[in-house]
């Protein structure tokens, strides 16, 4: 059985937080979705004004070759050596003639199309930002039946989750036996949508 591409990375890493804290090869993620970005540029001494202006899925590296070993982030494609800006951070599902379709990076992009879709349906039906205040995304942290974890991929109206200090996502309902942390130390328990007060379905 072939393991999905966000299944045989690290938990995702939120843009914003340091770099540091998270793995080589994590995906980052922007506004609960996977991100992307172009080239840095200001790192090469004759920049391909073609290719870097292409948009790669980011990933966190900590093994970029320029800098002994900088930690930032780079591209899914070739995290030793493609430095991305992260003043230009965009979703994955912007600029699709843009897109890097190198294997790593094309494998992530298809993944944000599918979660994107996927946690469009669940932030409908389950209305957590309405009823909880809960933006529903990667890289959020949960509770499930009280075990500390990461949200590091959907699977239809499923969450997969990565349990702390486990390897292998487990796959979790939206509101079944779930909190959601909604800031530091905060955390918020949601209730199931009752049939009476069922959200319209999108599209």
Request: charged fraction near 25%; charge should be positive; glycine fraction near 10%.
């Amino acid at each position: 059985m072939t393991v999905p591409a966000m299944l045989r990375r690290p938990a995702p890493l939120v843009f914003g937080d340091p770099p540091e804290q998270s793995e080589h090869g994590a995906p980052v993620v922007r506004r609960g979705e996977l991100a992307a970005a172009t080239r840095d540029a200001s790192y090469l001494s004759s920049p391909n004004t073609r290719a870097d202006v292409q948009l790669h899925a980011a990933v966190v590296t900590r093994r970029y070759a320029v800098g002994s070993g900088l930690t930032g982030i780079g591209a899914a494609c070739d995290p030793v050596r493609i430095l991305l800006d992260e003043g230009l951070i965009f979703g994955a599902r912007e600029l699709l003639k843009s897109h890097c379709r190198r294997p790593a990076c094309r494998a992530l992009f298809e993944a944000a199309d599918r979660q994107h879709d996927d946690l469009e349906r669940m932030r409908a039906y389950y209305g957590l930002q309405e009823r909880h205040g809960v933006h529903l995304g990667l890289a959020t942290r949960v509770r499930h039946s009280g075990r500390p974890g990461t949200v590091v991929d959907t699977a239809g109206r499923a969450l997969l989750v990565r349990l702390d200090g486990v390897p292998r996502p487990v796959r979790c309902h939206v509101t079944r036996a779930m909190e959601y942390e909604t800031g530091a130390g905060e955390w918020t328990a949601v209730t199931p949508v009752g049939r009476d007060a069922v959200p319209a379905p999108a599209g």
